[in-house]
Structures are given as C-alpha cells and as structure tokens.
C-alpha cells in the first residue's frame, strides 16, 4: 500500500485539472550540474553502474528534489535501456556518449531482433519500487523510455551521429527492415513501460529525442506510427489511478497536430515552440509540457525570471473562462546542462511556483 | 557586358514567374562527393587556399555543371568568410570544421568589431566576376553569405558547437553585446553581397544555418531582425535586372510566416517542412526552395525518383488555375553529403526535370 500522494499538482496538469500553480520538474534533473550526483556516480564508477544498481539509482533520483522544489520525480535510467536488453551491448565511454558494441545493420541483424526478456530489465523495475517507496507520497515518479525510432537511431548508427546517415539509408533504401526493427521496438517499448507501471511509475515519457531529424512524412510512417503503437498498448491506469502519458519530440514542432491526435495526456515541446500557438493548435485535446530553453538557466537571477515569466504568460496569454493557466507542465525544452549553476535551478522553480500562483490570482 | 542567360528557369522560378519546369540546384554542390573536387583541393592545399584562389574558386564551381543539367551555380566560398575579414583568423583543420582564432567573448572583443575593408574580401569578388565570365550565360550565379546571427554564432563559439552555449549565454546575459555583434555582422553581410552583386552575383542568399537553434521570440528578435536589416540595404537590382533574395534558416519551419513578411524573394526551407502547407502559410507572398532529405540520395535511383516526385506534388498539389507548380527552386533542405554517390546526384536532377515537365503538361 502506497503512501498518498502530497502534492498531486503534476498529475492533475497533466489531466488539465485545475491547480493552484504550475507544476515544474527538468529534464535531467538528476545529473551532472549536481555534485552530489558526481560524487555517487563516482562511487558506483560508470554510468550503468550507476543506473543499474537500485540504492544508486534510488539515491539519484532524490537528490535534485532535496535542493528544489520540484512537483515530480523521474526515474533515474537512460533511454536505451531496452535495446541493452535485446543485446546489442550499450557502454557509456567517459566523456562520450552512448555505444553499442552490436549495431543493427543489415538483414541478418534486424531477423535476430526481438521483445527482451522483461527480466533483463529487472533492475529498472526494482528501482521503480525503491523510488517510491523513498519518495513516500511527496511527488510522483515518472517512469520513461526511448521512442521506437529514436532507440533505432542508436541502434542503426551504434551510437549518437551528426547527420543519421545510416538509419536514414536503411529508412529509405529498405523500409522493409526499418518497419522490422520499428514494430519490435514499439512492442518492447509497450511491455517495458507497463512493467514501469506495474512496479510503480505514475506517469510514463516517450522521449523522441530524434523524430525531429526525420522529414515531414517520413516522421509520420516510422516515428509517430510506432510511438501511436506503444501508446495503444499502454495501461491506462493502475491501482484505480489514470497513467498520463507523455509524448516529447525534440524538433516536433511542425507536427503537433498530428501528435496531439495520437492522444497521449501531455506532448513535450522544446523551445523553438511558442506556447500560446500551440496550446491554439492542439486545443484541448492534450496538455502541453516544456519549454525553457536550458541555456537561459546560464544567465543571472534577474534574466531567468524574465524568460520563465514570459514562458508563463505565453502559455496563458489566451482568453479563457479559467484564466486560462491549467494544462501546462513547466519543464526545460531540453535537457538541463550539466554547465547549469546549480542555484540558479532553484530560481526557476520558485519563480514557477510564484508567477503562476500570481496568474491564477490575477 | 555579360552573355545573355541561356538558363533563366531558377531566376524566374524565384520571381514566382511561370517556367517549363522547376529549376533545380543543390546546396554545396560544388563539394566533397565529387572526385574531381577532391582533385582541385588536393592541388589548393586547404579550404582555404582553394577558396582565396580566383582559378581553383572557378573551376570547383563550375565542375558540378559539367556532371549534371544544373540551372544555377553558386559561388565557391564559405559562409565565414566575413569574420575572417574582421581579423578573427579563420582555419580548417582536417577533418574538423571551422576554427576562428580569435573568438569575440567580452566586452572588449565586442568593442573592436567593426565592419571590415572590403578590399580583404576582393578575392570572393574576383572570384565571382571570372565565374561570370566561365559561365558564359550558361545558367545564374548566386552569391551568398552567412546570417548575422550564424556569423555570430561562430564568433563566439569560436567554431561549430552542440549547444551553444557560449553564444546563448551572451544572448540571455548580456543582450546589449549580443545586439552590437549583430548590428555589425548585418552591415558587413549587406555590404559584402552589395560587391558581390557589383561582381555579377545574379541573386543571392543568407545562409541562418543556426537560426533554429534560438527560442521563439529570441529567434525574432536576434536572427530574423538582422537578416531584415540585411535585407533592407540589399541592391534589388543590378544593370536593370532584378536580384533576387533567398533567405534560408535550418529548422525554421515553425517562422515561416514571420520569415516571409520580411519579404525575401525566396523561402529555402528543409524537410521537416511540408512544402503545400509551406506555400499554404506564406501564400503569394515569397517563392520556395527546397527540400529534399540530403538522405534520400543514398537510396537507390527508384527510391530517388519516388521521393522526387512526392516533393514536387507536395509543392504543386493544392488546386491553382496555373496548375499551382510555379514559384518553386527544387533543392535539398540542406547541404550534401560527402558520401553521396555522383550517379545518384543525376538521378535526382533529371527526375526534377521530367516529373516537373509532366505536372506541367498534365
């Protein structure tokens, strides 16, 4: 039996349920800007020691929330966790990002692929359980994964690229294996975050940290098609409690009305979005998260509250009956930097919490 | 006095003017995918030793013209060639991109940028006037620079960057630098491509390669403002022609209407942008180029031909007493690849042509 929840704000956003302040948390959050975090990844020696080991991972995810006043958790893990699990060998080199030692290149490669073995993925589970009980009600967790394309991405590339020049190769050249390695991932994807469920996740993030690099199109047939195929998988609640789910494309921009007709609860936006225009564009089929831009938070005190004014009153700009301020989750467009002067999170996050008290009251 | 235009498809394509077909060119296809290129630089030393040389600059813009039925060429130069002439001591290392020496990161920097003596950019006009001279009338020359802003990002940043964070940084804290910067990278643009017109460019585009990369509202105000102020001191024509302006930003899709009251003659957009809801957004109001997925050219010559020809019904679909396939420059939405096969290059020009010729006559 769960401790009920403290502060219900993040969820109730994301069901665009009135508040009495706009909820924030940041992607990220649990990362390198802290140095409480540098020291325990210190401890555990690699990033998937740190990720794997649950008192590690457990101990992460509350750092950030010991310093701000965030309104949700989110699992300490990474998006590739899932095709780790199918076996293609993810490291993390110091100073590097993510490798796979077994890419996914050719015809034998893709045959080869298939849903994981759930308890490969034992340990994100096992953290889930551990991070709420640590949390005892005081915020929700978030549970998350990779997007079917973006997880094909690395697994295509073998690890981050400038330019996609061989998953796109095999998106246009073959399809066929493309929709191949897309139909396992999205069903990997599915069991995975109702696992995450099962073990205690009350919101799930799809991050489609690539879909923006697909052309208008394309970015419908093998990304938005296969993030639609894990939605409709999902459990929509558990414990007698809706799971909102959260959809984020990074570049995505262009497509929020396609997105928003995927229904997921919430759509991530990045910062090149104007918050008033989308909320036009996407009505009130969905809530809408984001959208700083993480390098604001490289200004002084004065600036940031500026911009997260601004980002505020944008979203809430439009006439409503309400005032017009519900449905919004305060996030980064991006995730924080690991440059980010670690006090002036905590101006944002207050500067959140005190502005929008004041929109609701204005 | 110069040849008659044997080619003046891409000119009249650009003036929103009916043409038999839609002209075709590709950006930086004077480059690295072609041997013959490889060849010239080899013989020039470095990027710069064949971009400062009048001889190396003509024969690597005309090589793609020999290959395929290109309807312009475009200067062979780069886009940094202006900050270079502010003293910051441009380099290319192998295999790297840009370098500046010097980058502009205080105050003090800031205060000794000045709009450079044009005299250190004679060998872009020389460059262009005996290109104009080799063409012969063949087809258009287009000159061109980068934005203010993507001058500016570089300037700081010293060199290309994943975040800009050093640049972003300068924006969000100390605005009024960041304007000064501006302010004088958007004069020296518009007299930089003012010579180049003098020199026989028969139009010419800014290249905002890293517009889109800024926030809404910053983007407005610190990319798009100054390619305006560009824009405004721009020669519209030269011995009784028109010059047409294109104006390109990366991942500026969601400006599209914002861009074209700025009123360039030409939009280039990439290829998260659908190309009838472009024109849809921008009306009557600019021609558009673009925007094929440089991706879509390691596919074989069927899977080129077939996404071709899905851009240009893209372009012509929406119903039009003209048949509504005027006003459009076929390109690809970015630059293209070094890996990119030659033959494959003939197969995308040729389909642009054919198909285009149909939709015409159909």
Redo the contacts between chains.
Sequence with gaps: MSAPLANDAFLRACRRQPTDFTPVWLMRQAGRYLPEYCATRAKAGSFMGLATNVDFATEVTLQPLERYALDAAILFSDILTVPDAMGLGLSFAQGEGPRFAHPVRDEADVARLAVPDLDRLRYVFDAVTSIRQALNGRVPLIGFSGSPWTLACYMVEGGGSD???LV??M???RPDLMHRILEVNADAVAAYLNAQIDAGAQAVMIFDSWG?V??????QRFSLAYTKRVLAQLKREHDGEPVPQIVFTK?G??WLEAMADARPDVLGVD????LGQARARVGDRVALQGN?????L???PE?IRA?VT?ALESFGRPARADGGVDGHVFNL?HGI?Q?TPPEHVAVLVDTVHEVSRRLRAG
């Design positions: 330019d996609y020049r796109k190769t998106l246009y050249a923006g697909l052309a208008d199109g394309a970015f570049g921009g262009l910062w090149t979005v104007n700083l831009d993480p390098c604001v490289f200004a002084p600036k911009e601004a467009g930097s440059f």
